[in-house]
């Protein structure tokens, strides 16, 4: 039997495969504000895996609602945000901890531009790469910090991640999904 010609199959790229792999990751996310995923890769291996969710034995938002929580950003505005859980990135980074994998020199593939606190943490846990599939209203100091840190920033999209109850009445429309906040390791 003649071999099946295969040329019309597009390959991922390794930017795609492990996005994709992101966005099943982030299916076991407690918090229906993003249910964000993140996978960190070193030498095109997954090293490490996180979602969002409340940290291991705590209730999570599915089962007894957010915990909202109201910040007052530098410009003055109100952002609302939902703190019940440890982000994607941070749970990603606390597994890796958990089972004592290094971090430096890896990428870290997420849904949304990082959140301020996490991309401390990425910097310090000696993650060179970062790469987002859209952007998150909160995401400048990130960039800012990215960029000064040294860390290879790419955002795959200019999409701007926006989810229900953000902010002051006159803000962003609520979609159905979106908010980036941490995850659970999958135990
Ligand atoms: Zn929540
Ligand atoms: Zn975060």
């Known amino acids: 039997m003649p071999e099946q010609k295969k040329e019309d199959y ?47 034995g705590l209730p999570h938002c599915d089962e007894v609602g957010h915990e909202m929580h109201t910040v007052i950003k530098a410009d003055g505005k109100e952002s609302r945000h939902c703190i019940r859980t440890s982000h994607a990135e941070e749970n990603a980074i606390i597994q890796a901890a958990r089972f004592g994998v290094k971090l430096t020199g890896s990428t870290l593939y997420c849904k949304m531009t990082p959140c301020y606190t996490c991309a401390k943490m990425i910097i310090n846990a000696g993650i060179v790469r970062v790469v987002a599939s859209q952007d998150y209203h909160g995401g400048a100091r990130t960039k800012e910090i990215f960029a000064a840190a040294g860390i290879q920033f790419n955002l795959l999209s200019d999409k ?22 941490g995850l659970e390791p999958p135990f």
């Open 10 to 56: 597009c390959r991922p790229s390794w930017d795609d495969y492990f996005m994709e792999i992101v966005s099943v990751v982030g299916k076991r996310g407690t918090c229906g504000r993003g249910r964000s995923g993140c996978v960190i890769t070193k030498d095109k291996r997954i090293i490490s895996t996180g979602y969002v969710g409340s940290p291991i």
């Open 160 to 181: 701007m991640t926006t989810y229900a109850d953000m902010g002051p009445k006159e803000s962003v429309p609520a979609p159905e999904e979106p908010e980036l906040i």
